[in-house]
């Protein structure tokens, strides 16, 4: 046996005994699970432990949370395809509470940092990195709407389609990642550069046709 098929017989059986670990556990408890986070971090806040601006803290802490579960998200697709470790099963859970995350961030923006109405309105029209920002969510929208059952079934085959519109929606969250902070910082680029790597694996490349 050579070393590539030793290789890939050890990966098989790892992919194995992890799917028949991951199997029998449902997917509801992430929903429970989701809710420690928030209240984490409102609890700091409101006790003063999130710095000098807890409110501003509090904003960026979770659009960088709901920035990581979607990213959790496109990358379960290559972690099935390069590994053979299926979590499909937890990934509308952790789509919708990507999307809870996301939209608690753009409350926390509206409500406790901005406040007024016609400033909300031109920051969305004049500053670029808001505007990318409302886009994402925007397109998020009808994905958090079609995450049930009911909806895989009316929507058919055009459910999958629909739902390739969490590709733009990450893409545009990191580059609005990018563009929020100030200058050129690393962890922003890191976070655009693994959403950029794993939308790139999606893509298997044709194979070329044998000559005749």
Known sequence: ???????SHLKQTIAQKVNSVLRPLPAWPIYIIALLPPVWMFWSAVNGTLGVDPVKSLEHEMGELGLQV???V?????????????????RRALGIVGFVYIFLHL???????VQIVSQILTDIIKRPYITIGMAAFVLMIPLFVTSNNLSVR????KWRSLHK????????????YV???????????VYLAIVLGLL???FKPKKRSAPQ
Not at 107 to 113: A, M, S, V
Not at 165 to 176: F, K, M, Q, S, W
């Open 200 to 202: 790139a694996l999606r």
């Open 107 to 113: 409350l926390i923006w509206l409500i406790l940092d």
């Open 74 to 90: 496109l990358a379960i697709s290559p972690l099935r395809r390069f590994t053979g470790i299926s979590l499909i099963k937890f």
């Open 1 to 7: 046996m050579t070393a590539q098929n030793t290789f």
């Open 70 to 72: 979607l990213v959790a």
């Open 154 to 157: 009316k929507l058919g085959p």
């Open 165 to 176: 519109l969490t590709y733009p929606a990450v893409i545009l969250g990191a580059v609005h």
């Open 179 to 189: 563009w929020l902070v100030k200058g050129w910082q690393t962890e922003p680029l």
